[in-house]
């Protein structure tokens, strides 16, 4: 990931840190402003649309858990604070649920290509000599890696990911309503993915593709 660059605990913090914050503020952020534009300011109203990451975390889905996890070795797993969306607000409650879910996973593709392009700025730093090319690439590199494994666990098909949300804003109603049943044992489900190893199999095949292919783009 970072081209055997050694780093001390305390750079590694920072350069793991920034990317994830920027990761899940904007990433809820996006709900919040796409169920706004949709007809919905609960988030607005609460204050939830703003890039403070102090307003979104949570102690434990945003550090505890995430810093376990890369401290581990293992597939970054965490949360932040849900934005609070009223669907009754919404204009086309199906249709606009499934836009408001879908705008956090593009908003982790979004992030992917800057860090990318912040890498790259980097390597041209790198090679005009200028030290801190150093860390602008590999901070990008992380960011990249970081926003690659977001953008592809939030589209697993499990409720209350997002990928769980826009399929149950498109099946059709009874399906839709016994689907959404499961929402309560989401997170027993990814915890067992965790444990038994299977997250880190379903995640690991579009997350390197995805990674490779913006590298390849942006010639990192």
């Known amino acids: 990931m970072l081209d055997n660059i050694q780093f001390t605990l305390p750079q590694m913090i920072v350069l793991w840190g920034i990317p994830l ?11 919040g402003w796409v169920a706004f534009r949709l007809g919905d300011p609960t988030a607005k109203i609460l204050g939830r649309l703003t890039l403070n990451p102090i307003k979104h975390i949570d102690p434990v889905g945003t550090i505890l858990l995430p810093a376990l996890t890369v401290w581990l ?12 969306i009223t669907w009754r607000n919404l204009r086309n409650k199906r249709r606009d649920m499934a836009l408001v879910a879908a705008a956090g996973p593009v908003s982790n593709l979004l992030m992917a290509f800057t860090w990318a392009a912040i890498a790259k700025f980097g390597l041209y730093l790198e090679l005009q000599h200028v030290t801190a090319g150093v860390v602008f690439d590999a901070m990008g590199k992380i960011g990249l890696y970081v926003n690659a494994i977001l953008l592809v666990l939030n589209l697993l098909p499990i409720q209350p990911l997002d990928g769980g949300r826009v399929i149950s804003s498109i099946l059709p109603g009874k399906i839709s309503y016994y689907f959404d049943k499961t929402e309560p044992y989401g997170l027993f489900i990814l915890l067992f993915l965790i444990v038994t190893g299977i997250l880190g199999f379903l995640l690991h095949g579009p997350v390197q593709l995805l990674i490779n292919v913006t590298r390849q783009l942006f010639g990192i």
């Open 21 to 31: 914050l920027f990761a899940i503020t904007i990433h809820e952020v996006a709900h």
């Open 73 to 84: 070795g293992g597939i970054i797993f965490g949360w932040a604070k849900p934005v609070p």
